[in-house]
């Protein structure tokens, strides 16, 4: 019989041919199911083919030339298949609709991957519990009160004049290795998008928390020969805080591009998803140190000098929830708040730079013929309005 045959056959074979057997057929049954969802899928749509385990894995490089790339040949709407399906929007009106509060209230979808990283139904980005997602909106909408917004103009102010004392700083180190040594007439040529980047990460910071990054201070650092009176234990912990944050935000890419089978049992994606919940751990316990040791700081401090970071609103804020019961929030539920914050802060700050470049250019060519420090004076004028 063919059964018995095919059982007796798998009995004279060895060790290594039954393994590769087992393994070739576990491979094949894998790729049939693969395509066999592929092409029943619901609703299919145009898009790049998929390959098994990785799915269109393979096509990301650049995300925004291939999704140029996508737009020009399968139109303003298509899909992807990366751990799940994917639609990819082209044309504003679509995404309007979509972002819009009254149609959908989650922002980012979850996958396998926010689950195993700890971000499903928690915070705002990530919450498909409409109830939770509510209760964190409430809190939200207590803590930035008038109060918040009107004392987060002094902390922005006092980092901005700090980011000109460096520049100045720069500019005057150049000047003293000219002939001319002429410290009042100076020039700087730096990389505003890196100035910018620390900028935002230390506004980000102060305002959420109350500490700073010392983005900005490391940055100076790494340029001049004076060094900041900041300590370097500070500068250093502040350096390795925003470079977890941006590893973070890599791994909420790499976890909902790539499937738990090809995490967790491929060599080369294990290791590198193993390094990303590392760093999720470190970051979570830095959170966690960061929350407790303002619990202790509000306990002992009169209501008359509490803070009025976000940290400190998100404590204090008497949210009603469920009718007029008070449920204050956890530490959990405080930590992935923040998290959403400094996420939010480090996605939008690419706009924030190209906005004040573009201001800085129509301030230069206005005021072209001046000298180089009246350009200074009046780009810190006018930076000083636009923050304001």
């Known amino acids: 019989m063919p059964i018995q045959n095919i059982i007796e056959s798998i009995k004279s074979a060895n060790t290594i041919d039954l393994f590769i057997l087992i393994f070739a057929t576990c491979i094949s049954t894998y790729i049939f199911n693969f395509y066999y969802k592929y092409y029943t899928r619901p609703n299919p749509l145009p898009g790049p083919f998929p390959l098994p385990y990785i799915g269109n894995g393979h096509n990301y490089g650049d995300v925004k030339k291939f999704y140029g790339q996508c737009q020009q040949k399968y139109g303003d709407i298509c899909e992807l298949m990366l751990d799940r399906r994917y639609i990819i929007l082209s044309r504003p009106d679509y995404i309007i609709k979509l972002f819009a509060p009254q149609q959908f209230f ?4 979850n996958s396998p991957g926010t689950v195993e990283l700890g971000m499903c139904n928690h915070g705002l980005f990530f919450n498909e519990n409409y109830k939770s ?18 004392a987060s103009i002094i902390p922005i102010n006092q980092i901005y004049e700090e980011l000109c004392g460096y520049w100045e700083s720069l500019g005057k180190q150049n000047a003293s290795k000219k002939k001319n ?5 100076w020039t700087l040529e730096t990389d505003f998008s890196a100035w910018f980047h620390g900028f935002t990460n230390d506004v980000t910071s102060i305002l959420s928390t109350g500490k700073r990054t010392y983005s900005i ?28 944050l941006l590893k973070f935000l890599e791994s909420l890419l790499f976890f909902s591009f790539y499937s738990p089978f090809t995490r967790h049992y491929i060599p080369m994606f294990r290791s590198k998803s193993n390094s990303y919940l590392n760093n999720r751990d470190y970051l979570y316990n830095k959170f966690d140190n960061i929350i407790k040791m303002r619990r202790t700081e509000i306990e002992e401090m009169p209501e008359t000098r509490m ?13 009603i929830v469920e009718g007029e019961n008070f449920k204050p929030m956890t530490d959990k539920e ?17 706009c924030f730079q190209k906005l004040i470049l573009l201001y800085l250019n129509l301030l230069v060519n206005f005021a072209y013929h001046a000298t180089i420090s009246e350009n200074l004076n009046i780009v810190k004028l006018s930076l000083r309005k636009l923050l304001v």
Not at 133 to 150: G, P, V
Not at 233 to 244: H, K, T
Not at 334 to 350: A, Q, V, W
Request: no cysteine; glycine share 4%.
């Open 181 to 185: 040594n002429d410290n009042n007439n």
């Open 217 to 244: 201070t490391s940055y100076y650092n790494t340029l001049s020969i004076n060094k900041s009176e900041v300590p370097d234990a500070l500068v250093e912990d502040g350096n390795n805080f925003v470079n977890a």
């Open 133 to 150: 997602w509510n209760y964190n909106k409430q809190f939200f909408t207590e803590a930035l009160s008038t109060k918040f917004i009107d």
């Open 106 to 109: 989650m922002r980012l979808p």
């Open 334 to 350: 405080i930590r992935m708040n923040l998290l959403d914050i400094f996420l939010g802060g480090s996605d939008t700050k690419k």
């Open 307 to 319: 803070k009025t970071d976000m940290l400190t609103s998100l404590m204090t804020a008497e949210t």
